[in-house]
């Protein structure tokens, strides 16, 4: 059986990842999909108070939710039965290629551009790290 984590972000460039992987499923591939949401930590707080702190991490923790109850109806609609979702704080490269190792797939799948305003002209930056950090082939969906 064959092992995709699949980064999720909200984007199309992540739902076109989601239905390629689908596509991969539907052709008799029998194979299992981690939906993997990053949060990136805040890397300054300033002065906030731990109230303010809190809620910014409520938030996010909101937004993952949303984009994962997204990602598994998609991944659901796209053939993908075998499908699970999964959350990780961090830097989003980072934490792609550890959930990655740590949960032992064979393939990470992911869209060429996410949410992200900053990036490069072909290829994002988040994508760009991760195919360079992968121990396992990479999948990269326009």
Do not use: W
């Amino acid at each position: 059986m064959l092992k995709i984590l699949i980064a999720v972000d909200g984007s199309e460039h992540a739902s076109r990842a989601i239905e390629a992987v689908g596509h991969m499923a539907r052709a008799s591939l029998e194979l299992e999909a981690v939906l993997l949401c990053v949060s990136p930590e805040p890397v300054f707080y300033g002065s906030y108070t731990a109230a303010t702190i809190q809620k910014i991490e409520d938030e996010q923790v909101i937004q993952q939710n949303a984009v994962l109850a997204k990602a598994m109806e998609l991944a659901r609609a796209a053939g993908l039965t075998r499908a699970e979702p999964a959350r990780a704080y961090g830097v989003i490269a980072n934490e792609v290629v550890r959930v990655a190792k740590d949960r032992q797939v064979d393939q990470i799948a992911m869209g060429t551009r996410g949410m992200g305003a900053l990036g490069n002209m072909l290829l994002g930056s988040v994508a760009q790290r991760v195919l360079h950090q992968s121990p396992v082939p990479v999948l990269l969906v326009k």
